[in-house]
């Protein structure tokens, strides 16, 4: 076995990876990146490009079935499926492409090929041919789809986000497991390129939403143009034949039915990669799920004695927050911080933003409502504003005049604190919210901003008047929620 050292080892060559090399390169060079699978990101192969590909076919088939509202008339909308993955495979390619390109930059004198585990808290061995020693180590080895044992049942039917853009051609009929983020995603495309789907949950939660009201409006809207069962029964998962018979409480008529489906698509969320890692060598504090204990602003391990380790953890892989932009933010700072191990720094964390491209679109801004409470204990020093959009004008221009925004805001200060969405394009909305949000401005100063005629956020703008009128001004009021306040 080869014998090798290194300043820095970085586990996986992921987005957080590849922002954790760039970062360390500004101040070492003696950077070895290790990869057990193929290069190319999890974003740019099975996540985020390829499904937006698949999303965009979905829309342009639902607004070219829609056109009548404006008085236009599209005869025999057909959609080939075939026509539609290739081009789907076609373009994530190329954003596969362009990873590989940046990857070349990287020397391969600086790149292992295989899968690394820990034999101690300073030595890692990949495959059989290598064993490196590392002062610093940075795990960024991703994550990877989980689902329940049930779904087991239906063998070799049973896929995940990564399979189906092997799909040569859209199937006829496929069961959705899990109305998360790539469930409601992927369903909700699927559906109207018209695959049979039925999509089912547990529990109610629909995407991200934490609002019982948006969360009662999503599923009022989905409904409308797509079988879902947020909070479903399944009674029964068997294969038939060269398909999977489900056997469910059907959500309308309250009777047992059972259907077959050509895949069962299991949405039901991803788990880190480190179970495979052998971190019980790592020397680390290791919660209950045997993941590392870390510090999310400098990335930073706990040794099992409790004292910053060596070691960091970056991206899907520490489940904090699993989201492509977080991941190379984290990826940064822990590149940084393993390269002076001696001036660890606290990074910039950016305030939380997540979107959602169904449609209407999801987005949630800052901390939701229960977290918000959590953080003020209590005490009342949240104010809450809102708007439909039933009536808002571009939206009625546009006809997708449905959905509403929740805002929330800090009574005394009128500091604006965050937002859940739902309507048509609010992947800008969310934005100019988090904008707000980050540079801590009031109700007051979003107000004073320029908001242009007809647009969307004329509606925003109606909901910020709402948060405006329910808070609570004075200077005891302050005073009382700046002692009870959010904190860290």
Same mark, same amino acid.
């Given at each position: ?8 080892? /970085? ?24 990869? #057990? ?77 295989? &899968?690394?585990?820990?034999?101690? +808290? ?15 180590? /940075? ?9 329940? =044992?049930? !779904? ?10 990564? *399979?189906? @853009? ?12 899990? +109305? ?50 947020? *909070?479903?029964?399944?009674? =029964?998962? $068997? +294969?038939? *034949? ?23 698509? #299991?949405?039901?969320?991803?788990? +880190? ?8 060598? #790592? ?13 999310? @602003? ?11 380790? &060596?070691?960091? /953890? ?10 492509? &932009? ?5 990826? =940064? ?7 002076? !191990? %001696?001036?660890?720094? $606290? ?26 409470? #959590? ?25 997708? %005049? ?19 969405? @739902?309507?048509?394009?609010?992947? &800008? /909305? ?57 904190? *860290?």
């Amino acid at each position: 076995m080869q014998q090798r050292h290194a300043k820095i080892a /970085i586990i996986g060559a992921g987005s957080a990876g590849l922002s954790a090399w760039h970062a360390a390169q500004k101040h070492t060079d003696d950077v070895v990146l290790i990869e #057990a699978g193929a290069y190319g990101t999890t974003c740019a192969r099975v996540g985020c490009m390829p499904s937006k590909l698949l999303i965009a076919a979905a829309n342009a088939a639902h607004n070219a079935r829609n056109a009548a509202t404006f008085g236009v008339t599209v005869n025999d909308v057909a959609v080939d499926g075939q026509a539609v993955m290739a081009r789907v495979k076609h373009e994530r390619d190329r954003f596969v492409g362009n990873v590989l390109t940046s990857m070349k930059k990287i020397p391969e004198s600086h790149r292992l090929q295989g &899968h690394a585990r820990f034999i101690d +808290p300073h030595t890692l061995a990949i495959d059989e041919h290598t064993q490196l020693t590392a002062e610093a180590i /940075i795990i960024a080895t991703g994550s990877r789809p989980t689902w329940p =044992k049930m !779904l087991e049942a239906a063998g070799e039917r049973l896929i995940t986000n990564d *399979d189906v @853009f092997d799909w040569e051609t859209l199937p006829e009929s496929v069961a959705v497991v899990g +109305p998360g983020v790539i469930g409601m995603e992927l369903g909700q495309a699927l559906s109207r390129l018209g695959v049979r789907t039925r999509t089912f949950g547990v529990g109610g939660a629909i995407g991200p939403l934490q609002s019982e009201k948006l969360r009662q409006l999503a599923d009022e809207i989905f409904n409308r143009e797509l079988y879902l069962d947020a *909070d479903a029964s399944l009674d =029964k998962i $068997a +294969p038939r *034949d060269n398909a999977v018979a489900i056997t469910f409480c059907e959500r309308e008529s309250g009777q047992t039915i059972t259907e077959t489906f050509d895949y069962v698509l #299991a949405a039901t969320g991803r788990q +880190p990669n480190v179970d495979q890692l052998a971190i019980e060598h #790592a020397g680390l504090t290791l919660d209950k799920r045997g993941m590392p204990e870390f510090n999310r @602003f400098t990335m930073q391990c706990l040794t099992a004695q409790g004292t910053p380790s &060596h070691i960091f /953890i970056a991206g899907d892989a520490n489940q904090s927050v699993p989201l492509l &932009h977080e991941a190379i933010t984290e990826g =940064k700072i822990a590149g940084r911080n393993a390269a002076d !191990l %001696n001036s660890v720094q $606290a990074g910039q964390r950016n305030v939380p933003l997540s979107i959602v491209f169904t449609e209407p679109q999801m987005a949630i801004v800052g901390e939701n409502r229960p977290t918000l409470e #959590a953080r003020y204990g209590g005490c009342g020093c949240i104010a809450e504003g809102g708007v439909s959009l039933t009536d808002q004008g571009r939206a009625l221009v546009m006809g997708e %005049n449905h959905g509403y925004f929740t805002l929330y805001a800090e009574h005394g200060s009128g500091q604006f604190l965050g937002a859940e969405l @739902f309507g048509p394009h609010v992947e &800008h /909305i969310a934005h100019l919210l988090a904008w707000a949000l980050e540079q801590k401005l009031t109700v007051s100063e979003m107000l004073a901003m320029p908001f242009y005629h007809p647009v969307i956020e004329e509606g925003l703008r109606s909901g910020l008047h709402d948060l405006q009128a329910n808070l609570q001004q004075g200077s005891a009021i302050t005073e009382r929620c700046m002692e009870c306040g959010p904190g *860290d």
